[in-house]
């Protein structure tokens, strides 16, 4: 007959180290994730997108308000960011190109960016940058959530009809932005 083990002192311990361990490598993994632009799954693709009334305050032009359903006709990118995050000022020439392109006659599209900084901040570092970018102002985060945004620069991809066609988490550069425009221009 065998006998039975005694049961090891450091079990417990041992097994919350090792879930210590798994609950690290999880957020190590998703910061990874995050960093190299990787798409992360909100469940958002292939469904009209919220739609909001927000404040609009871009350097330079009179407070008005937008939302996504007035560029309903027109694919529109809807970009959140903020002037404290290093990615997203990284890659704000990118989307003021895509602002100059947007705003000819026969643009194909529409940008608006969304932010939760305070309205003087964004509005000095608009002009302190030149920047022309359509911004709203996301003062409560209620657009973020609806969006299931959870870290900055995010960007959503919406057809004309308003249906989330892409997301795209992390920097991207005009060549990923201008792909997933094409799928919003093509899409229903």
Same mark, same amino acid.
Request: proline content about 9%.
């Given at each position: 007959?065998?006998?039975? @083990?005694p049961p090891?002192?450091?079990g ?6 090792? #879930?210590?361990?798994?609950?690290? !490598?999880?957020?190590l993994?998703?910061? /990874?994730?995050?960093?190299s ?10 469904? !009209?997108? $919220? =739609?909001f ?5 871009d350097?330079?032009?009179?407070p /008005? ?11 529109? *990118? !809807? ?7 290093e990615?997203? &000022?990284?890659?704000l020439?990118?989307? %003021?190109?895509l602002?100059? @392109?947007?705003r000819?006659? =026969?643009a194909?599209f #529409? ?9 003087s901040?964004?509005?000095?570092? *608009?002009? /302190?940058?030149q920047?022309?970018l $359509?911004? &709203?102002?996301?003062?409560?985060g209620?657009?973020h959530d609806a969006?299931h &945004?959870?870290?900055? $620069?995010?960007?959503?991809?919406l ?12 920097? %991207? =550069?005009? /060549?990923?932005?201008? %792909?997933a425009? @094409?799928a ?5």
């Amino acid at each position: 007959m065998a006998q039975a @083990q005694p049961p090891s002192r450091n079990g417990p311990r041992t097994a919350a180290w090792i #879930a210590g361990i798994g609950a690290v !490598l999880a957020i190590l993994s998703a910061i /990874a994730g995050l960093r190299s632009g990787a798409p992360i799954a909100t469940g958002l693709e292939g469904t !009209l997108a $919220p =739609d909001f009334d927000l404040p609009r305050i871009d350097a330079g032009a009179s407070p /008005a308000r937008s939302r996504p359903a007035q560029s309903r006709g027109l694919p529109l *990118l !809807l970009h959140f960011w903020a002037p404290s995050c290093e990615p997203c &000022v990284a890659e704000l020439p990118t989307w %003021q190109a895509l602002v100059r @392109q947007s705003r000819v006659p =026969d643009a194909e599209f #529409a940008v608006l960016t969304v932010t939760a900084a305070e309205p003087s901040e964004v509005r000095s570092f *608009l002009a /302190a940058h030149q920047l022309t970018l $359509p911004t &709203v102002i996301d003062a409560n985060g209620a657009v973020h959530d609806a969006y299931h &945004v959870a870290g900055i $620069p995010h960007t959503v991809v919406l057809s004309k009809s308003g249906v989330i066609v892409r997301e795209l988490t992390g920097a %991207q =550069d005009a /060549a990923q932005v201008k %792909q997933a425009l @094409q799928a919003a221009r093509t899409a229903r």
